[in-house]
Structures are given as C-alpha cells and as structure tokens.
C-alpha cells in the first residue's frame, strides 16, 4: 500500500474513534512508525478544528472582501481629502462625501473601480475626460475641480450636490408640468453650455440628474460614460452583460441610448438631445418611451419604434411639450434639434405660455434618411439576432 | 436555469478543435452563462457592494476565457475544469493586487495579520490557500483538482465527480481528506 493511501485510510478511520482514544488507537495501528502517527494525528486534529474552512466558496470570499475595502476608505485620508461617508455606489465607482482639508470645503469625490484602475488605457481615457470636464463651468452642471490619483486610488474631485436625483423622483411616478419644464430648462442650459465647449454628456438618465436642495438642477457625471472598458471586448458584449448582470446590479443604462450609440455609428452632441426626449418623455408619463420586456426588445424600439403620444397617458401635458419630445426623439440626427441651444429656447417658450413653432425652423423634417435607415434596419437585425441569443442562454 | 447541455457544449468543442473558429465565440457565452450560474448560486443575503464585485470578478474570469480559445479542450468536462481553473486564476490576482494596496496605501486599518488568521472559511487567505494547493497537487493532483472545482469553480459534488471521471464518493473522500491536510498546513498547531 502507498504511503498516501496509508494516510488516508488511518486518518478516515482515525475520524471514527472517540479522541480520548485517538492516541492508542494510532500506537496499535502505527507501530513504530512514529512518523506515520504524528500526521494522522495532526490530521484528524485539523479536521475537528477546521469548522467552516473551505465551505465558503472562494468567489464569495473575494467578492466581499473587495466590497469591505470599497466602504473602507470611510474614515481615512487620500491626500487633502478627509472621507466622510459614502453617498453612492455604481458600476463607475463609489462616490464619497469628503471634506477638502486646504479650504475646509466639503467635497464628493468618485472613485474609479479597482478592475479599470488597474488598465492603463482606462485611466488615461479617465483623465482626459475629468479634465474636459473641469473646463466646464455652469450652475447647472456639477463642477470638476480635479483629478487625482493618490496611494493606487483614482479618483475625482467634484462639487458636493445636495439634493434628490430624478430617479427618486420618477419613482412616484410622472411628474406635475411646471417642476417638469424646470428642470428641463435647466438641463438644457448646462448641456448647452457644455456643447458648446465640444463636451457631450453621452449618458444622461435620471440618475444623473440632481434637483437641488436650494432650488436648481445639477448634471453629474460628465464624460464618465466613455470610460468603461470597451477596448478589452466588443462593445456589444460589453454592454449586454451591463445589462444582463445580476439584478439590480446595473440599472438599466440602455434605456437613455440613442439609435446611434447603439448601432455604434458615429456619435456627436445630439445624442445628449436624444436622451433629454427619453427623459422629458419619461419626467412626462411616469414611463419609458421605449421600454420592452426584454433587452433585445428595448433595442429594437429605441432603433425604430415609435413611442405613444405622451397624451395617451397624461392627457394635462400640453400639445407643445408633445412637439417637442417627438422632434428630440426622432431616429435619426438629422431630424432632431441640431443644438441644445434651439431646443432650449423651445422649452423656454413653453414654460413661458408662447407658442411652439411646430414647423421647420428648429430642425429639418424627415428627408433623404432612407438609404441610412435601411442600413440601420439591417444591423440591428443582426444585432438583436444575437442579442436574443445571449439573452436566451443566460435566462433559460 | 439551466446547465448548458452536454451534447450543445461537447458539439461545439469538436466543431471549434476541426477549425471552426464560430463554435468557439457559441462557446464562450456558454462558459460565462455557467460562471453566472454558479454566482447564483452562492449570492444569498449579501449586500450590493458584494453583488457587483461578484459581478466584476465573474466578467474578468469571462474575458479571461476569451483569450482562451488556443487549448484543445476535448469535451465537457475538461470545459468545466479550465473553468473552475480560469475563476482560480482571477481570485488569486484580485487577492493578490489587493494585498498590494493594503501594504502600498496603509489605508485600512486591519492588520495584515487578522486575514492570515481567518480560520473560519468567511476570511481566508486565498494567497496562502494558492500556495498550500500547490503543494498538495505535487503529491496528489487529483485532491487538488477537487478542491480547486468545488471551491474556486463552485461545483456541486456530482459535478465534481462528472469533471473528474470519478465516482461522488471518491469526491467526497478526497474532499474531507485535502480540507484536512490544507489546514493542518495553513494553520498548524
């Protein structure tokens, strides 16, 4: 018999006998083999000790040790900035209510998650828009003052908002018309600030957007959407297991996605418009324009579904509101406001009880976009072709 | 949910081993459907923060196995075990960078020590585990292989027993005798 085989036998059976009688059991069965005995025994001892060694799974033991590190930086110092308490937490990183120890300024920083902290491409790509977006100044735009990266952490420096974001909001459901075009105005001038300095939001949603405590509206997060970690894989994929995580895990971010994004065509300011329809839409009927039962579902309305008249399910909203939100949600750019400046000065008008032009003045109606759409038909169908498959094999 | 099917995975393994390099972009969401799986399987009551880092650890493990498609594997079985391999490797590396931060930063205010000592399962040390594995896989591989399915990859008994072509019993037996002999050299007396 091996050696091993040895072992294991006398430690198996070493397990049945009374521990009080280990030892002699272990002389009678060992001899003079003395070696042999003081392994057994250390064996059968471990195995009494070793309560619940092993039977958390490895997964479970990594993942909460690296959630306990993200809230462990409470209480601690990076650099100037004394943290105080966490306020957030998403897939982008986990934000802090700190305390900037130079001026005695309260501050929020944002920390970059350790997995695209440790990709140098994703942190260059991190810096250059924290700081296209620290040349960004407007009351309605959450202020970047800094970059930093101190003891491994990456993170940035932001004004502190006080307030609820129009998440929480939304989830009483539809919102009365005048807080409504407040808060649009006040979205649209940001943006329009912020286009006008080349910078696109590219993901604005309700979480996004912060109703001040002191009255106002404060867009956060500019530029962060870029940063994800596209170049490891395909840009689909990366987006559809965002949303085919775990539940709850990432909140719905394809809702606000513009056609474009999603066919992954070239990009520009008037995705942000886009994704303002999505919002007043929404702010509007207390629900999503383009919303399925499914991701691939989702896609394919956002792609080339029309949504209902927002008067289907808030008769008070006005004809001129519903103008507006078609124009911003039309599938192609082209057919959209071309600046959030013409759509601003349109949402002023109605907050203001003028009327809206209907007409042409502020964008071109639908022509010549057919060849495009054709295009745009056909990619998606490929694209939803493999949506549903991946769907499928995690669901079924 | 369902387990990928044996016929579906193994099809595919030969199709993509003939060359043909679709059947290996079907097999990877396959792989990432069984690793989801298997974190389902062990989310209970865990808070957010732990939800998403399981997320995070899952898709490295995923994008790991994208860059995979080099081996030969020849059926279901050994799909599963690169698998539970793959999730090894990605759980070391995070403990391991972590480790780093803690040492570098002198951020957290736990001692190093207190991780060493977690013998309760709930706060190993995945880096010395690695190690003490390592060993153990020099005098018996089959124990380590195992540990390393049912731990690091998460399987049931049964599967463990199916990846390794031996009998539930012959796991369990292995399984009771490597937790023992792990121990005693992680925590000697």
């Not at chain 1, 965002?242 to 539940?247: F, G, Y």
């Amino acid at each position: 018999m091996k050696r091993l085989d040895q072992v294991q036998e006398l430690f198996e059976r070493g397990l049945e006998v009374d521990p009080s009688e280990l030892e002699t059991f272990l002389d009678r069965a060992c001899g003079s083999d003395t070696e042999l005995k003081m392994e057994v025994m250390a064996l059968v001892n471990s195995d009494r000790d070793s309560g619940g060694f092993l039977e958390t799974p490895a997964l479970d033991i990594e993942a909460r040790k690296l959630a306990e590190e993200r809230a462990g930086l409470q209480g601690t110092c990076l650099g100037d900035y004394e943290i105080l308490e966490m306020i957030g937490e998403g897939g982008m990183g986990t934000v802090y209510r700190v305390l900037d120890l130079r001026l005695g300024e309260p501050r929020a920083i944002k920390v970059l998650p350790h997995e695209l902290a440790e990709d140098p491409t994703c942190i260059r790509r991190f810096a250059r828009e924290a700081k296209a977006a620290m040349g960004l100044s407007h009351p309605g735009i959450a202020k970047v003052f800094d970059v930093c990266e101190i003891e491994g952490y990456h993170f940035i420096v932001m004004e502190l908002v006080e307030g609820n974001p129009v998440s929480e909001l939304l989830s009483e459901g539809a919102l009365p018309v005048e807080q409504l075009l407040e808060i649009a105005v006040g979205l649209a001038s940001g943006l329009a600030e912020a286009h006008s300095k080349g910078v696109t939001h590219r993901d604005i949603k309700p979480a996004n957007v912060m109703v001040c405590r002191g009255g106002g509206v404060k867009l956060l997060d500019f530029g962060l959407s870029k940063v994800s970690r596209k170049q490891r894989s395909s840009g689909l994929f990366d987006m559809s297991t965002e949303s085919l995580t775990l539940p709850g895990a990432v909140v719905g971010t394809i809702d606000y996605m513009s056609p474009e994004q999603i066919l992954n065509r070239g990009i520009d300011h008037r995705c942000d418009i886009f994704a303002i329809g999505t919002l007043l839409y929404q702010m509007a009927t207390g629900r999503l324009p383009f919303t399925g039962g499914s991701v691939p579902d989702t896609l394919d309305r956002i792609c080339h579904r029309h949504p209902y008249p927002i008067a289907r399910f808030s008769p008070e909203a006005s004809d001129r509101l519903e103008v507006i939100v078609r124009r911003c949600l039309q599938k192609n750019p082209e057919d959209r406001y071309q600046s959030m400046e013409l759509l601003l000065s349109d949402l002023k008008r109605v907050r203001a009880g003028d009327v809206v032009p209907t007409g042409e003045a502020s964008g071109r109606q639908s022509n010549g976009s057919a060849r495009s759409i054709l295009y745009g038909v056909a990619a998606v169908v490929s694209l939803l072709l493999l949506l549903a498959l991946l769907w499928k094999l995690a669901f079924d | 949910m369902t387990v990928p099917s044996s016929r579906e995975v193994t099809r595919l393994l030969k199709a993509w081993n003939l060359g043909e390099d679709d059947a290996f972009h079907q097999l990877v969401p396959l792989v990432y459907q069984e690793l989801r799986r298997l974190a389902h399987r062990h989310m209970r009551k865990e808070g957010q923060g732990h939800i998403l880092q399981t997320t995070a650890l899952i898709n490295e493990a995923y994008i790991r196995l994208q860059d995979l498609n080099q081996i030969n594997w020849q059926n279901r079985s050994q799909f599963f075990a690169i698998s539970a391999q793959v999730m090894r490797r990605v759980l070391v590396d995070f403990a391991r960078s972590r480790k780093a931060r803690k040492r570098g930063g002198g951020l957290d205010r736990i001692t190093l020590n207190e991780e060493v000592l977690g013998t309760d399962g709930k706060n190993l040390d995945l880096l010395a585990l690695d190690e003490v594995l390592e060993r153990l896989s020099g005098f018996d591989a089959r124990k380590a292989r195992v540990v390393e399915l049912r731990f690091y990859g998460g399987f049931s008994v049964s599967e463990t027993a199916e990846a390794l072509g031996i009998s539930p019993e012959t796991v369990m037996r292995d399984w009771k005798f490597a937790r023992a002999w792990l121990f005693k050299e992680m925590f000697p007396q």
